[in-house]
C-alpha cells in the first residue's frame, strides 16, 4: 500500500507543512472541515496515517489501528504497544461495542507490594521502574478490534509505523522541549542509551529512528499476537522485567486477553451518550455529571461564569467522591453500575448542592495530595466515510511510562499500577484517592479515567470525542460536550476553550491560566473554592458532524495534536 519512499516523502513534507504553517498562526476558532471522513490524532503523522489507511479503503477502525500503531513509533510518550486501553465504537448502523485492553496486574502482584514494613508507601515504587509496568493490553487490543471490525490486513496497517520507525521521524518543538527533561530518568531507569538518550540536548528537526521498535512492529506483523506475547518480544520484556524487579512473565503475556463490555450510556438534553465501562471510570462519572448539570440553564449562566463552574465543582466533588468509593475492576468487585446511574440516587446526593457556599470536600469524604507526574495517556477519533465512528484512549499512564525501555525490543513500558489504590485511602500520583474496590490483586485490571466517548443526536452520529490527562480526562470530556451542546461551540472552539476540574481531593478547582475572570476567581473564592492555576489541562482530540453531513475536527492546541481528513 505505501511504498516506501512515497511514504517518507510525504511524512518529511508533511512535517514541514505543519511547523511552518499551523503552528505558527493563532489559534484558530473553526478546525479543519472534510467531507467524508477524519482523524484526530496526538501527532500529525499518526493522523495522516489513519487518513490514508481510510483513502486506501480501510475503515474507522482500520485507520485508528494504524493510528495508534503510528503513535507507538511518534508519540512514544503516550502512544504505545507496552501501555493499555480502551475503545467505544459506533458502526453506522448504530450498533455500539467497547473494547477494554486495559494493563493487568501480573500474578504475583500483591495488594501490599508498594509498602514498606511499617504499611507506608515506598517513594516512586509504583511509577518509576520495573516494578511499576502492568501487563501490557495493547497490542492484544488492536488485534481484537480487528478481528472484529477490521477490513484491510494487520500487515497493511503496521507497515507505516515499521517504515517511520526505520527510516526516522523529526521532532516537534514540544516533543524537544519534553524529551530535554526526562533525560536524567531515562538514564537513571535503563541500562543502555535508549534512542530518546541524548548527549547533547535534542533541538527541534533531530531525527528519531528506532530499529528495534521497527523490529518488533515487524515481528507482530509477522506474528500476530503472538510476535508480541510471545516469543522474540516476550522473552525481552521478561528479561528486562528480571533486571529490575517488575513481576511481568510469559505465563503473563501469555494469558493477557481484551474484554468486550458493554458501553455506558445515557441521555443528556436529548443526545446520547455512549462511553466507556469499568474499569474504567470515565463512563459512569461523565454520565453522573452530565445528570447534574441537566436541569440547569448552564447556556444562560455563561460558559466560565462564577454559578456554571460552581455547580461543575459540587457535582464534580461528590463524583469524584462515588469514584474513589465504588469503582473497580468489574470482574474482581461488584460495580454497582445502575445505582450509579440512577437518577434518583445522582439526584439525591445533588439536592445538598447550595449555590450560596462551596462544600468542603472533608463534608462530603477524606483524603489528600496533589499530583506530581504530568499525565500522559493519549487519544484517537476517527470517522470513516461510510459514518463509522471509533474513540480510543490509550496510555503508558505517565509520561514514558514507567521510563523503562525494553531493551532489544525499543518500546517503553507503562506505569499502571499507580492507578490501583497501592495503599487504600492515601492517593495516588494524580492525588486521587482510592478505597478497597481498587485495592491491587493478582491479574486484576486498575481503574481507569479515561473515557473515550461518542455522542448521537436523534440517531445520527454527533460527536467523537476523548482526551489525555489522568484524572482530569474525565471533566475535560464533561467541558467539550457542554461547550458544544450548552454553549454552542463548533468543535475546535470547544478543545481550545480553557478548562478547569475538581476532583474532591485535593479540595481545590484547577483552573487553566486565564480561563476565569478575575471578578468570577474572586466570586468563586467568596463562595469557600480554593482554586489553583495550572499550565494545561488535556489534550482532546474530538471530531464533530456538522448539521450539514461534513466533519468539523478539534485538534487541541495544547499539544501537537492535528486533524486531518479527506
Ligand atoms: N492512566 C490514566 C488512567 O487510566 O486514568
Known amino acids: 500500500m505505501f511504498s516506501s ?37 496526538a501527532h500529525p503523522l499518526a493522523s495522516a496515517i489513519g487518513v490514508e489507511i481510510m483513502k486506501n479503503g480501510g475503515n474507522a477502525i482500520d ?45 504475583l502482584a500483591h495488594r501490599d507490594m508498594y509498602l514498606n514494613a511499617d504499611g507506608q508507601l515506598i517513594d516512586l515504587k509504583s511509577t518509576h521502574g520495573h516494578m511499576a509496568s502492568g501487563v501490557p493490553g495493547a497490542v492484544d487490543g488492536m488485534f481484537a478490534l480487528h478481528q472484529k471490525y477490521g477490513t484491510l490486513t494487520m ?41 530518546y538518550q541524548s548527549d547533547h540536548n535534542w533541538e527541534v528537526g533531530d531525527t528519531i529512528t528506532q530499529p528495534d521498535l521497527a523490529k518488533t512492529l515487524e515481528n507482530i506483523q509477522t506474528n500476530g499476537r503472538n510476535g508480541f506475547y510471545e516469543g522474540i518480544v516476550a522473552d525481552q520484556i521478561v528479561a528486562e522485567m528480571q533486571i529490575g524487579e517488575g513481576l511481568v512473565s510469559h505465563a503473563d503475556l501469555k494469558n493477557y486477553q481484551s474484554v468486550w463490555r458493554k458501553p455506558i450510556t445515557g441521555k443528556y438534553r436529548g443526545h446520547q451518550i455512549i462511553s466507556m465501562a469499568p474499569p474504567s471510570s470515565g463512563g459512569i462519572a461523565l454520565i453522573q455529571l452530565l445528570q447534574g ?23 464534580e466533588r461528590r463524583v469524584y467522591a462515588d469514584r474513589a468509593t465504588f469503582l473497580g475492576d468489574p ?47 493519549t487519544h484517537i477519533s476517527v470517522v470513516d466515510a461510510n459514518g463509522n465512528a471509533v474513540a480510543i484512549t490509550t496510555t503508558l499512564n505517565s509520561s514514558f511510562g514507567n521510563k523503562v525501555m525494553v531493551k532489544g525490543a525499543g518500546f517503553f513500558l507503562n506505569n499502571e499500577m499507580d492507578d490501583f489504590s497501592s495503599k487504600p485511602g492515601s492517593p495516588n500520583q494524580f492525588g486521587l484517592i482510592g478505597g478497597e474496590a481498587n485495592a491491587i490483586a493478582p491479574h486484576k485490571r486498575m481503574l481507569s479515567s479515561m473515557t473515550p466517548t461518542i ?3 436523534k440517531d445520527k452520529l454527533k460527536m467523537v470525542v476523548g482526551t489525555p490527562g489522568g484524572s482530569t480526562i474525565i471533566t475535560s470530556v464533561y467541558q467539550t460536550l457542554l461547550n458544544v451542546i450548552d454553549h454552542g461551540m463548533g468543535m475546535q472552539e470547544a478543545v481550545n476553550a480553557k478548562r478547569v476540574h475538581h476532583q474532591w481531593y485535593p479540595d481545590e478547582i484547577r483552573v487553566e491560566t486565564d480561563a476565569l475572570t478575575e471578578n468570577v476567581q474572586n466570586d468563586l473564592e467568596k463562595l469557600g473554592h480554593q482554586l489553583r492555576i495550572t499550565d494545561k489541562i488535556g489534550r482532546m482530540d474530538c471530531i464533530l458532524v456538522l448539521p450539514d453531513g461534513r466533519l468539523e475536527g478539534g485538534a487541541d492546541p495544547r499539544g501537537d495534536n492535528t486533524a486531518l481528513g479527506y
Open 63 to 107: 485507520a485508528a489501528i494504524a493510528t495508534h500503531f503510528a503513535l507507538a513509533v511518534v508519540y512514544p510518550q503516550a502512544g504505545n504497544i507496552g501501555g493499555g486501553g480502551f475503545a467505544v465504537i459506533r458502526l453506522n448502523n448504530g450498533s455500539i461495542n467497547s473494547l477494554d485492553f486495559r494493563e493487568k496486574a501480573p500474578a
Open 293 to 315: 448539570t441537566e436541569d440547569y440553564p448552564i447556556s444562560d449562566w455563561g460558559h466560565n461564569s462564577t454559578k456554571t463552574i460552581h455547580l461543575m465543582a459540587e457535582l
Open 455 to 457: 455522542v448521537t443526536y
Open 331 to 377: 470482574d474482581y468487585i461488584d460495580v454497582p453500575i445502575d445505582q450509579l446511574l440512577d437518577s434518583a440516587y445522582n439526584q439525591k446526593r445533588y439536592d445538598e448542592i447550595s449555590f450560596l457556599k462551596a462544600t468542603p470536600s472533608v463534608l462530603v469524604s477524606s483524603g489528600k495530595i496533589p499530583p506530581s507526574e504530568s499525565p500522559e495517556t
Open 155 to 195: 500487515a497493511e496497517l503496521i507497515e507505516p509505523s515499521i517504515e517511520i520507525a526505520q527510516r526516522g521521524y523529526t521532532l516537534t518543538p514540544l516533543a524537544t522541549k519534553l524529551l530535554n527533561t526526562k533525560q536524567e530518568e531515562f538514564q537513571k531507569y535503563n541500562r543502555w542509551s535508549t534512542p
Open 5 to 41: 519512499k512515497c511514504f517518507f516523502i510525504f511524512s518529511f513534507s508533511l512535517f514541514t507543512l505543519y511547523s511552518c504553517v499551523n503552528r505558527n498562526q493563532q489559534i484558530p476558532l473553526r478546525g479543519i472541515i472534510s467531507e467524508k471522513a477524519m482523524v484526530s490524532s
